[in-house]
C-alpha cells in the first residue's frame, strides 16, 4: 500500500510561495537591481549624446518636468564643476524621486538617456560606473 505524502502545513509553505512570487516579478521585464540599502538612483547614461542630454535637462527642470533644477544653475550648490552628465544626473534624479521613485521606474528614462542605478553616485564618481 503506498501513501500519499501530505503537503507541508500552510505556515511553512507560505515563505516559500512567497519567495517564488518575489522572484518571478523581480524577473520580469524592466525589473532592476537594487544595492543592499534598497535605494535607486535616476542618473545619466555615460555614453548618451550631448545634445539628448541637454534636452532631456530642459524638458525635466521645465514646467512640465517640475524638477527642482536651482541647484545646478549658475550659483547654485551642485553647479561646480559645470558638467553636462552631472547636472542631467541631478535633474533626471529629482524628477524621477519627485515622480514616485522606485515605485515608478518609468519615469527614469528621458528617451533612453538615463538609467536606474543601485549605488549612490555621490559617492561612486559615474565615470567609473559604466
Known amino acids: ?54 534636452s532631456a535637462i530642459d524638458w525635466a527642470c521645465g514646467p512640465n518636468g517640475g524638477a527642482d533644477c536651482r541647484a545646478i544653475q549658475l550659483g547654485g550648490a551642485c553647479y561646480e564643476p559645470p558638467d553636462l552628465l552631472a547636472h542631467a544626473s541631478y535633474a533626471f534624479n529629482d524628477y524621477f524621486l519627485r515622480s514616485g521613485g522606485a515605485a515608478n521606474p518609468a519615469s527614469c528614462d528621458f528617451s533612453g538617456a538615463a538609467e536606474l542605478i543601485g549605488l549612490n553616485p555621490s559617492k561612486h564618481p559615474r565615470r567609473l560606473l559604466s
Not at 30 to 49: I, M, P, R
Open 1 to 54: 500500500m503506498v501513501v500519499a505524502a501530505s503537503p507541508p502545513p500552510l505556515h511553512l509553505a507560505l515563505p516559500l510561495l512567497l519567495f517564488a512570487a518575489h522572484a518571478a516579478v523581480g524577473s520580469a521585464a524592466g525589473a532592476v537591481a537594487v544595492s543592499s540599502g534598497g535605494q535607486l538612483w535616476c542618473v545619466a547614461k555615460n555614453n548618451a549624446e550631448d545634445g539628448a542630454l541637454q
